[in-house]
């Protein structure tokens, strides 16, 4: 039922999988402000060290509520359907990111220097 | 049509049904956009050994609209086509290959979904931050093709015992 080709195949995929997390973990870093998109358009840029409550979108329509507290980011409230971003944990290391797929909104940490630049050329 | 593969169709199709509601009510322990269980390949890919490439890949895509329509909407469709896709491509591919049983190739097939998932949401939300997400979904993928795989192997051996199967 199980050939040693297919477990040669899950090591491999496994070991591929793992080390690319091992990377992405030994390199991370602290973020230093929250991106907010909604279908790719920035829609703000918030300080990570400033408390913050930010509702997306209005309340009448589709909406979610990003909330910044003590250096980390968190979605707290969304009326999408799947609920998947407000069940995940609050995020405040540099590429780390909280999506709402239904809502097309990615929140996402980046490191100060490169979203100077962004606000500038927005 | 053959009277045999209408059965079967039917069989498989209704059985898709059930799988892709079981874990619609089942909630995801990991909050990633684009994880699946992917419960419903079990079908696509008794279907693929027992039946055909062509087969598995109208069933497939027959559960994808089927399911869309009762328990999600377009958006959750094209999420789903897309990933349903790519996992077939890759099973079929991994089917030619012949080096790998059922669980290789369901453990392939696992991992396209999750991909072709990701890929669509890539697109819907405009970023490549979701990049970061791709080595838990492929390691979700290999995890859960492979006990598709397992228990598909069982069914499919039990089909092909079946009588009108021998002809």
């Known amino acids: 039922m199980i050939k040693k080709s297919d477990l040669i195949l899950a090591g491999v995929i496994l070991i591929i999988a793992l080390a690319a997390i091992v990377f992405i973990n030994v390199t991370k870093k602290e973020g230093a402000v929250v991106v907010v998109t909604i279908g790719g358009d920035v829609y703000k840029?918030?300080?990570?060290?400033?408390?913050t409550t930010l509702t997306i979108g209005d309340k009448q329509g589709d909406y979610n509520v990003l909330e910044i507290r003590g250096g980390e980011a968190k979605m707290t409230e969304a009326n999408c359907p799947?609920?998947?971003?407000v069940a995940h944990r609050s995020i405040h290391?540099?590429?780390?990111?909280?999506?709402?797929?239904?809502?097309?909104?990615?929140?996402?940490?980046?490191?100060?220097?490169?979203?100077?630049?962004?606000?500038?050329?927005? | 049509m053959k009277t045999r593969n209408v059965a079967m169709?039917?069989?498989?199709?209704?059985?898709?049904f059930i799988l892709s509601y079981i874990e619609s009510i089942i909630p995801i322990p990991v909050p990633i956009p684009g994880i699946k269980i992917g419960l419903a390949n079990l079908v696509v890919i008794t279907a693929l050994f027992t039946m055909g490439p062509k087969q598995a890949f109208?069933?497939?895509?027959?559960?994808?609209?089927?399911?869309?329509?009762?328990?999600?909407?377009?958006?959750?469709?094209?999420?789903?086509?897309a990933?349903?896709?790519?996992?077939?491509?890759?099973m079929v591919a991994a089917k030619r290959w012949k080096r790998f049983s059922m669980t290789g190739v369901s453990i392939l097939g696992g991992i396209g979904h999750?991909?072709?998932?990701?890929?669509?949401?890539?697109?819907?939300?405009?970023?490549?931050?979701l990049l970061y997400y791709l080595p838990f979904l492929i390691i979700s993928g290999l995890v859960t093709g492979a006990v598709i795989g397992i228990v598909g192997a069982l069914i499919t051996a039990n089909i092909k015992k079946l009588d009108f199967m021998k002809n």
Request: charged fraction near 15%; glycine fraction near 8%; include cysteine.
């Open chain 1, 45 to 51: 840029t918030l300080p990570l060290d400033e408390d």
């Open chain 1, 82 to 85: 799947d609920k998947i971003c």
């Open chain 1, 93 to 122: 290391y540099d590429h780390e990111s909280i999506i709402c797929l239904p809502h097309g909104v990615s929140v996402e940490i980046r490191d100060g220097e490169k979203s100077d630049v962004d606000m500038i050329a927005n």
């Open chain 2, 9 to 16: 169709y039917g069989m498989l199709i209704a059985l898709a």
């Open chain 2, 58 to 81: 109208v069933l497939s895509m027959l559960r994808i609209v089927l399911v869309g329509f009762t328990f999600g909407n377009l958006s959750t469709m094209m999420f789903s086509f």
């Open chain 2, 83 to 90: 990933g349903g896709m790519l996992s077939w491509l890759l």
């Open chain 2, 114 to 129: 999750n991909i072709g998932q990701i890929l669509v949401a890539m697109w819907v939300i405009n970023n490549s931050v």
